[in-house]
Protein backbone atom coordinates (compact mmCIF):
# COMPACT_ATOMS: atom_id res chain seq x y z
CA UNK A 1 0.00 0.00 0.00
CA UNK A 2 1.16 3.50 -0.37
CA UNK A 3 0.63 7.57 0.40
CA UNK A 4 -0.73 9.62 -1.27
CA UNK A 5 -1.20 13.17 -0.94
CA UNK A 6 -3.93 16.14 -2.25
CA UNK A 7 -2.46 19.50 -1.04
CA UNK A 8 -3.15 23.11 -2.56
CA UNK A 9 0.35 23.80 -1.77
CA UNK A 10 3.59 23.21 -4.43
CA UNK A 11 6.09 23.40 -1.76
CA UNK A 12 4.29 20.58 0.64
CA UNK A 13 4.15 18.23 -2.68
CA UNK A 14 7.45 18.42 -3.44
CA UNK A 15 8.71 17.76 0.36
CA UNK A 16 6.87 14.83 0.81
CA UNK A 17 7.91 13.97 -2.99
CA UNK A 18 11.51 13.95 -1.20
CA UNK A 19 9.97 11.03 0.91
CA UNK A 20 8.68 9.38 -1.28
CA UNK A 21 4.87 10.38 -1.30
CA UNK A 22 3.44 11.06 -4.59
CA UNK A 23 1.25 13.71 -4.84
CA UNK A 24 -1.75 15.94 -6.43
CA UNK A 25 -1.75 20.27 -6.56
CA UNK A 26 -5.68 20.45 -5.84
CA UNK A 27 -6.53 24.42 -5.94
CA UNK A 28 -10.44 24.66 -6.16
CA UNK A 29 -12.78 23.02 -4.24
CA UNK A 30 -14.02 20.69 -7.27
CA UNK A 31 -10.53 19.38 -7.48
CA UNK A 32 -9.93 18.67 -4.17
CA UNK A 33 -13.19 16.72 -4.06
CA UNK A 34 -12.31 14.75 -7.27
CA UNK A 35 -8.86 13.98 -6.26
CA UNK A 36 -9.74 13.01 -3.11
CA UNK A 37 -12.85 10.36 -4.32
CA UNK A 38 -10.28 8.77 -6.85
CA UNK A 39 -8.14 8.38 -3.46
CA UNK A 40 -10.45 6.68 -1.75
CA UNK A 41 -11.61 4.67 -4.64
CA UNK A 42 -8.24 3.74 -5.28
CA UNK A 43 -7.27 -0.02 -3.37
CA UNK A 44 -3.54 0.29 -3.90
CA UNK A 45 -3.75 3.68 -1.57
CA UNK A 46 -3.45 2.78 2.19
CA UNK A 47 -2.72 6.35 3.35
CA UNK A 48 -4.48 9.68 2.21
CA UNK A 49 -2.31 12.63 3.74
CA UNK A 50 -4.36 16.26 3.20
CA UNK A 51 -3.21 19.56 4.62
CA UNK A 52 -5.11 21.22 7.19
CA UNK A 53 -6.49 23.97 4.21
CA UNK A 54 -7.88 20.80 2.48
CA UNK A 55 -9.42 19.36 5.73
CA UNK A 56 -11.40 22.50 6.50
CA UNK A 57 -12.80 22.44 2.79
CA UNK A 58 -14.29 18.98 3.13
CA UNK A 59 -14.05 18.33 6.94
CA UNK A 60 -17.87 16.90 6.93
CA UNK A 61 -17.07 14.69 3.99
CA UNK A 62 -13.41 13.18 5.94
CA UNK A 63 -14.92 13.19 9.50
CA UNK A 64 -17.81 10.78 7.29
CA UNK A 65 -15.14 8.46 5.90
CA UNK A 66 -13.30 8.16 8.95
CA UNK A 67 -16.60 7.18 10.65
CA UNK A 68 -17.82 4.67 8.17
CA UNK A 69 -15.01 2.27 9.18
CA UNK A 70 -12.96 2.39 5.67
CA UNK A 71 -9.87 0.97 5.61
CA UNK A 72 -7.86 4.04 4.46
CA UNK A 73 -6.05 6.09 7.15
CA UNK A 74 -6.64 9.70 6.43
CA UNK A 75 -3.94 11.70 7.73
CA UNK A 76 -4.27 15.89 7.99
CA UNK A 77 -1.05 17.51 8.10
CA UNK A 78 0.55 21.25 8.59
CA UNK A 79 1.24 22.95 5.09
CA UNK A 80 4.47 25.19 4.29
CA UNK A 81 2.89 28.10 6.89
CA UNK A 82 2.34 25.80 10.19
CA UNK A 83 -0.29 24.46 12.29
CA UNK A 84 -3.26 26.58 12.56
CA UNK A 85 -3.70 25.88 16.17
CA UNK A 86 -0.77 26.43 17.81
CA UNK A 87 -2.05 24.64 21.27
CA UNK A 88 -3.09 21.32 19.54
CA UNK A 89 -0.45 19.50 21.14
CA UNK A 90 -0.82 20.86 24.95
CA UNK A 91 -4.66 20.16 24.25
CA UNK A 92 -4.46 16.68 22.81
CA UNK A 93 -2.39 16.06 26.30
CA UNK A 94 -5.22 17.62 28.36
CA UNK A 95 -7.77 15.85 26.55
CA UNK A 96 -6.26 12.38 26.70
CA UNK A 97 -4.59 12.38 30.14
CA UNK A 98 -6.75 15.14 31.90
CA UNK A 99 -4.20 17.44 33.28
CA UNK A 100 -2.19 20.69 32.23
CA UNK A 101 1.18 20.72 31.71
Known sequence: ???FLISHNKDTIIGLRLAGIEGILAETKEEVEFYFSKAVEDPN???II???K????MKE???ELKRSGNSQLIATIPDRTGLRD???IMR???E???IKI
Open 54 to 57: IFEE
Open 86 to 88: KNF
Open 1 to 3: MKS
Open 96 to 98: SIG
Open 50 to 52: ITE
Open 61 to 63: KVL
Open 92 to 94: YIK
Open 45 to 47: IGI
